[in-house]
């Protein structure tokens, strides 16, 4: 439990007046560590050591009090989806020059999907998404992405952390360390994942050099959504509770013998937290009140699109509950390698209906004017053919689009070239789009530092900026 | 005559920019314009300032504001730079010269550095920084009056406590303190056995002796080996997204581990993990050492593309030079990969130069097995390639004809009843097995078999352990621009950190170009206290060894001696421990023994925990500052919870569990399966691993693969091996409750200890709470314990008993072991 060391913290007499008031917390103390070696924390800082989810404000007016991510793993291709390119299309079978990440580029291969336009705004949209299309004025695509790594894991840390390199605070978990989360008795920061697991595993929403409250915790699909969470086969709830009492009685005696450490009294209450949130947890993932039509809305009703657009219904129980980050993440990946129309058409077909769902769900319960909703991969596709049918990655232009609080709808920001290579106008990068997201959660990217190595790491590293065009 | 030859083009880069940037930008910059003039910009510069005269008249030698001004008296008003020194005339001739030549000026801004040399020079005035110090700067003090005992450390403590009227805090209860001296030296509880003994032994060298017992004990390698591997960033495998197998890599942990036990004298200990290929290079324990540089994660990739390989190769080289900088040196190095050190003098050069020591290295298997065993596995490898062959060809040569002999007939009659536009029909070898008669059936299966028989019969290749070799030749090095991999600069040669280099130059070390050992020079430069960086690395030793003992270090940011570090609560302490291992022979073990002998160390919590050492309000007024609140001054010793390892051994040895077995390959412990789903990893972690006695090992021997860390260690802040890792957060999250709550390997170990219980204390319920007390907290429950524990044993088996549970009892003694897992007196050493 090592001490909290600094003469700076002049409230280590008020700490236990700080639990009382405390109430609980998921991470409800990430008591040391948090000070290790940050010698230079600001004014408040105190606090956070003791409640770390406790909800605190940004520097900025807060548009979005949650943040869904949907994380299209594998890098969908934006001119397969939103960006359609007549050239690519007039040009199909030339060779250009070209160097991509698995070799051997065939020639320019045109989309195999039909684009309509839809709503006001006009947005263009692939065949592949008939019911998203129905809501692209409450989006703001975003079209003139580029990342750095070629390579699926790299390329997914840069998106979750801003670094390509494994061991960085996630952008979750970099929120809920700025802000807290509404919500005391669940994590802040929940990742609905890849059931088949994502490239890089849990260092996508690993919390790095920030304290451990912080990070993502992976929530698993059906009645059990966190580890640990079901007592073994031979506790009762009724056997647990007598566990519980015995153990706050012995606790409370030795603590007695060591007054001033809170975080023994943290760690009792801990068990408390952990007993209420068992069935608080529960009963999130409980969703057999939710009525027939919302399931039907959300794409329960079919086996294709049920299983991501569970996680889609969750997203919104969990934003609902006052959780600060969800990350959804698709179930296989948009790694079109081998055949763009069919991965595409099975991809799109998960996910369609449970992001349209939720978009409209949000909307018709007045949550959207306080969720932002991001759609994008770790990067984009080649217009280039791989093995006939297929495309290969492509860091350098794809899309990516917010929707909800703070977002200006139906519109689109910058642009690829004229066959969907590269990102060529109003080129937006990984720290842009991290600096937007928050900005609108209420946070002046430049202003949210953690020091660490000698350095004060950001989110956005040494650059990044705000994408204020699609602010509403 | 200029300093130029009169062929001669002047380089922007090289001669312009640097005077530009050193003499004139501070006020002439992008911070300030004075007179409404920038010179960072050539078209600025052209255009001039307020006056409307240009600055520069690109061809013109004679003219020009610029020229004016810094060819002036300097006694001038108008004179440039106003104040100081003028430019040299060479400098002035440089610049005439350039702007005669076009004033080439490249499409940039240059560089703002406010007047600051452009690159960082080091300079003596850098090396006076506390940690960069030569060693024995303070003596020990004099003995004070208020000190118990004799042990040095006690007088440097109690001397600064005595300054703010404060004193150690009275002895621990011997309990207390065995337990203390057990999970810190060997991260094991004690058994009512030792304990009792211990209590009893009442002869004034009581403790001593254990202490010597337990430095003494493999336990002792185990436990504080665990503390170098996480600075090592040791684990299993190589992760990122296909992170695979190291398999051999466990060498290095068994390495590690008996370097503690042995006491190998740390400076061989660090020379060894540097340059163990260079300076020994017959020495398998040495060689086995050098795997420390490479034990980081590296992208394994089949891409070709030539940016995304540099930009892997330095991330991999950067971590390298990183982790050998924080875990020896307590310094930042990454942070110069891009620019200068913003806060220590560590230019970028120095990282490049550095860095060059490791650009030859590459990751191998090192042989473990002697010549003739070698020899004895390539002529048995030779002759199963050869079976193998043969067993091929056989079935090859049978199959082709057989399979000839029927193949157009069999696609004649698939082929029939195709549709125009459907696809040709392909034959598998159903079709064919189908087609065949059964003789020729068993033929094919009997070959088939004599295939696999040959595969199977390959010889057991000679054991290897991963390590680290020179290349045979180094690669050019490059001072990467803003710390792209794809961006090489200018050319470097290797070296070391200048501000750590007292009277020699990193030349001395290396000699002569073409005959160096980049690393052995290196590891002598590490370990010199003299004029290399050997001052350096025993302070940030010596400061982790005070770190684990004592639950926070003198410098209370282990891995950052920079500017922006701490300082030491005790400089004169550090210093002289730091010098007390040298002078030792750099052994380690002396230096434990001389810490945990030190009454600071045996001292109880302060009376009222911290509160004792705040004065009490009306004393001081509000602003009232507490003379030790944060325990810097070592008044009390405060409680330290148990590392994620050590609670897990705990548990093991509270359950009659721990299998004590030493070394070899990592323990695969069961994952819960929904968290074992990562995929496309190579050399999937299994699936169907048991919880079995193998894997009740302790838990230094458990394999670590990055993207499936053990949940249990992972809750409890167990060292993440992305990264070196100098201090675990101990954080305190509900995810730990409920692990401790619900995890099934904790309650599986708590049915062990229930039934140790019984077999132990028979079935009288009190003497199974005195027992299970005794095994868990290492002391006798009080009254109103023993009354709870039985209050709670029969509640419970009468509650269960009345479900119907047939062994009711006995699940209410789990029940209750379980809860004493759970319980902070279990969780922390006091």
């Known amino acids: 439990m090592n001490s ?16 009382k008031r405390a109430g609980g917390g998921f991470g409800l103390l990430a008591l040391s560590g948090l000070v290790g070696e940050n010698r230079l924390l600001a004014a408040g800082e105190d606090d956070r050591l003791l409640r770390p989810l406790a909800p605190r404000a940004g520097q900025l007016p807060a548009k979005a009090k949650s943040i869904i991510w949907l994380f299209m793993e594998g890098g969908p291709s934006g001119f397969d989806l939103f960006d359609p390119k007549p050239e690519l299309q007039r040009r199909h079978g030339q060779r250009i020059s070209v160097e991509t990440f698995f070799g051997n580029p065939g020639p320019l291969l045109r989309s195999p999907f039909e684009f309509k336009q839809h709503g006001q705004s006009g947005a263009w949209v692939s065949e592949v998404y008939p019911n998203l299309a129905a809501h692209v004025d409450d989006i703001a695509f975003v079209k003139s992405c580029f990342a750095e790594s070629n390579n699926h894991a790299p390329a997914m840390f840069h998106m979750n952390t801003g670094f390509t390199r494994a061991g960085f605070p996630s952008a979750g978990s970099w929120v809920t360390y700025g802000l807290g989360s509404e919500s005391q008795n669940l994590p802040g920061f929940v990742v609905l994942g890849n059931r088949r697991g994502s490239k890089g595993g849990p260092q996508n929403w690993g919390n790095g050099f920030l304290p451990g409250a912080y990070q993502g915790t992976l929530f698993r699909n059906g009645p059990n959504p966190i580890l640990n969470l079901t007592r073994p086969a031979d506790i009762t709830r009724a056997d647990q509770r007598a566990q519980l009492d015995l153990m706050a009685k012995l606790n409370e005696a030795h603590r007695a013998e060591h007054p001033g450490e809170a975080d023994l009294l943290a760690r009792i209450q801990n068990y408390e937290l952990a007993y209420r949130m068992q069935s608080e947890a529960l009963d999130l993932a409980d969703l057999s009140r939710e009525s027939v039509s919302t399931k039907t809305l959300y794409g329960l009703d079919q086996p294709s699109s049920q299983a991501f657009g569970t996680k889609c219904l969750l997203a919104r129980r969990l934003v609902e509950r006052g959780v600060r980050f969800v990350q959804v993440y698709c179930d296989e990946e948009w790694d079109a390698h081998g055949d763009i129309r069919q991965n595409h058409i099975d991809m799109a077909t998960q996910t369609d209906r449970g992001i349209a769902g939720l978009l409209a769900d949000l909307k018709q319960r007045g949550l959207l004017d306080s969720t932002l909703l991001v759609w994008g991969g770790e990067f984009g596709r080649m217009p280039v053919s791989e093995g006939g049918k297929g495309r290969d990655h492509n860091p350098n232009g794809f899309t990516v689009w917010f929707a909800g609080a703070g977002v200006k709808g139906g519109m689109t920001h910058g642009a690829t070239d004229e066959i969907g290579f590269k990102a060529v106008q109003d080129r937006v990068s990984i720290h842009d789009l991290h600096a937007t997201m928050l900005h609108l959660m209420g946070i002046e990217h430049k202003r949210l530092t953690y020091l660490h190595s000698g350095r004060r790491f950001r989110l956005t590293d040494v650059s990044g900026e705000v994408i204020t065009p699609i602010l509403s | 005559m200029t300093a130029l030859g009169d062929h001669a083009t002047v380089d922007f880069n090289k001669s312009i920019e640097p005077l530009l940037v050193e003499n004139c930008l501070k006020c002439h910059g992008p911070e300030k314009q004075k007179g409404g ?63 005669e030549e076009g004033a080439v000026w490249p499409e940039r801004t240059l560089a703002p550095t406010n007047g600051r040399p452009r690159e960082m020079v080091v300079s003596e005035d850098d090396r006076k920084h506390w940690a960069f110090q030569p060693l024995g700067q303070f003596q020990l003090p004099p003995p004070h009056k208020r000190t118990r005992g004799t042990n040095p450390i006690d007088r440097f403590v109690t001397a600064k406590l005595a300054e703010k009227r404060l004193k150690l805090s009275p002895e621990a209860s011997k309990g207390i303190l065995l337990r203390r001296l057990y999970l810190d030296l060997v991260g094991l509880p004690p058994s009512p056995e030792e304990v009792r003994s211990f209590v009893e032994d009442t002869s004034p060298t009581a403790y001593e002796k254990r202490v010597d017992r337990l430095l003494a004990s493999p336990a002792f390698g185990e436990r504080w080996g665990r503390h170098w591997l996480d600075l090592a960033r040791y684990a299993d495998s190589k992760g990122y997204e296909r992170d695979g197998d190291r398999p051999t890599a466990w060498h290095y942990r068994d390495f590690v581990i ?127 390639q050869r079976r193998l062959k043969a067993a091929k060809q ?89 710390g792209e991999a794809t961006q090489p600069g200018e050319e470097v040669t290797p070296g070391f950190l200048t501000v750590l280099l007292r009277g020699k130059s990193a030349e001395d070390y290396l000699g002569p170009v073409g005959a160096q050992r980049r690393q052995a020079a290196l590891a002598t430069w590490m370990t010199d206290t003299e004029h290399g ?83 009490s309000a009306a004393a001081t007024g509000t602003g009232g500052v507490e003379p030790d609140a944060d325990n810097h001054l070592l008044s009390g010793r405060r409680p330290q919870r148990l590392e994620a390892e050590i609670l897990r051994d705990s548990i093991l040895v509270v359950s009659g569990c721990l299998n004590t077995n030493m070394f070899g390959p990592g323990v695969k412990a069961p994952v819960p399966a929904e968290l074992n789903s990562a995929y496309n990893t190579f050399d999937p972690y299994p699936k169907d691993a048991k919880d079995s006695p193998e894997t009740w090992r302790r838990s230094v021997y458990l394999f670590t693969k990055r993207s499936l860390r053990q949940p249990l260690l992972e809750v409890f802040d167990g060292a993440d091996p992305s990264a070196t890792c100098a201090r675990r957060l101990p954080t305190t999250v509900a995810p730990q409750a409920l692990a401790l709550l619900n995890d099934t390997w904790v309650r599986a170990r708590a049915k062990d200890f229930a039934q140790r219980l019984v077999r132990e204390a028979g079935e009288d319920r009190t003497a199974q709470v005195h027992r299970a007390y005794a095994l868990a907290l290492g002391r006798p429950p009080r009254a109103d314990e023993v009354k709870a524990g039985l209050r709670f044993l029969s509640a419970q088996a009468a509650s269960r008993t009345d479900r119907g549970e047939p062994d009711g009892g006995q699940l209410a003694l789990t029940d209750f072991c379980h809860a004493l897992f759970g319980l902070n007196e279990f969780l922390y050493a006091d």
């Open chain 1, 4 to 19: 909290q060391h600094c003469g700076r913290y002049e409230a280590t007499a008020n700490r236990r007046e700080f639990l």
């Open chain 2, 37 to 99: 003039l920038r010179l960072d910009l050539r078209a600025a510069a052209l255009k001039g300032g307020d006056s409307g005269d240009p600055a520069i008249l690109p061809k013109d030698g004679r003219h020009g504001k610029l020229l004016q001004l810094i060819s002036a008296r300097p006694e001038s008003d108008s004179r440039m730079p106003p104040k100081g020194e003028m430019l040299k005339p060479d400098q002035v001739a440089l610049l005439r010269r350039w702007i």
């Open chain 2, 258 to 384: 008996q370097a503690f036990n042995d006491d190998l004298p740390f400076d061989r200990f660090i020379t060894w993990q540097l340059a163990g290929d260079e300076l020994a290079p017959t020495n398998l324990t040495a060689r086995i050492a050098t795997a420390f540089i490479g034990l980081g994660s590296v992208v394994e990739t089949d891409t070709k593309l030539a940016d995304e390989l540099a930009r892997y190769r330095y991330a991999d080289l950067d971590d390298m030079i990183s982790t050998v900088g924080q875990a020896m040196l307590g310094l930042t190095l990454g942070c110069a990969r891009c620019h200068d050190h913003k806060y220590d003098p560590i230019p970028t050069r120095d990282y490049y130069r550095m860095l060059s020591v490791f650009t030859p290295l590459e990751r191998r298997e090192l042989p473990l097995a002697t010549g003739p065993e070698l020899e004895a596995y390539r002529s048995a490898s030779e002759a199963h």
């Open chain 2, 394 to 482: 056989a079935l090859e040569d049978w199959l082709r004809p057989a399979k000839e002999a029927v193949g157009p007939k069999l696609l004649t009659a698939k082929s029939a009843g195709l549709k125009p536009g459907e696809k040709e029909p392909k034959l598998g070898d159903s079709d064919f097995r189908e087609a065949f008669t059964g003789e020729q059936r068993q033929e094919w299966d009997r070959l088939k078999s004599a295939v696999k028989e040959a595969e199977a019969g390959a010889p057991t290749p000679p054991p290897t352990a991963f390590t680290m070799g020179v290349v045979d030749t180094p690669p050019q090095d490059f001072l990467m621009k803003r």
């Open chain 2, 533 to 615: 960086a050997g001052a350096l690395l025993a302070r940030v030793i010596v400061n982790r060894l005070w770190q684990h003992h004592f639950g926070e270090g003198l410098v209370r940011t282990p891995s950052d001696f920079g500017t922006q570090g701490e300082l030491p609560s005790h400089p004169e302490l550090l210093d002289w421990l730091a010098g007390e291992l040298v002078r030792g022979g750099w052994k380690l073990k002396p230096l434990h023994k001389l810490m945990v002998m030190s009454a600071t160390y045996q001292q109880g919590e302060a009376s009222g925990g911290l509160a004792h050492r705040r004065p």
